[in-house]
């Protein structure tokens, strides 16, 4: 007989949402058996088109409900603390998604309360997956590039221009720390799969689109 599915819940049918159920439809062995999302009829209409077989409006009642494996977090970061509270106390593994929290005390409140309970806590962070990091950091592992001296990055997009940022996000706009907060742990997540732990961190900021709260 072969080894039963693991079984899944997601929180949040937002943007990312989309991105999370899709790549739990590629995994062979997981079943997202349920998702959750306070909007009136948003998690239903999701749960419809990913072929999720429950739906509910309220995280709770899903996580008591259904006895999932793990529970995926898939929300805007200042909920991360309490839905990762909620979850660990009905699976024993929980996936959240980046930025972890809003604050360091948060981050570790996070950590310390799954471990008490010996809950796995996963942060998701997706960059160091895509194909040409993986790429770089196969090339970089047979020693194909020589010694590695420097690595740069640059990068400019242009979903945070005019008058109207963020469109799929528009919660940007009004986020104190922007870039730092939801885009910097992917270039530092990045760097670190590529080479290495840091020993110093150091930045410049500024802030060019008056419509964004947060530096851009």
Not at 101 to 109: E, V
Not at 145 to 165: I, N, S
Request: glycine letters at 8%.
């Amino acid at each position: 007989m072969g080894k039963a599915a693991l079984k899944g819940v997601m929180i949040g049918t937002g943007f990312f949402g989309r991105f999370q159920a899709e790549a739990w439809t590629r995994i062979a062995g997981v079943e997202l058996v349920a998702v959750a999302d306070p909007a009136p009829g948003r998690a239903a209409a999701f749960a419809a088109e990913y072929g999720i077989p429950h739906s509910y409006t309220d995280a709770l009642s899903m996580l008591k409900s259904e006895k999932a494996d793990f529970a995926d977090i898939v929300t805007r970061p200042d909920s991360h603390r309490e839905l990762t509270g909620l979850a660990m106390r009905y699976c024993p593994a929980v996936i959240c998604q980046k930025p972890m929290a809003p604050t360091w005390a948060d981050c570790h409140a996070m950590v310390e309360s799954c471990a008490s309970r010996g809950v796995r806590l996963l942060i998701h962070e997706n960059w160091r997956w895509q194909p040409w990091y993986r790429e770089a950091k196969r090339l970089l592992s047979e020693e194909r590039l020589g010694r590695v001296f420097h690595l740069g990055f640059r990068m400019r997009t242009g979903d945070g221009r005019g008058p109207a940022p963020y469109t799929y996000q528009p919660y940007f706009r009004q986020m104190p720390r922007l870039l730092l907060y939801e885009t910097g742990v992917h270039f530092l997540d990045t760097f670190r799969f590529l080479g290495g732990e840091m020993e110093s961190v150091f930045c410049q900021t500024d802030r060019i689109n008056p419509t964004i709260q947060g530096e851009d």
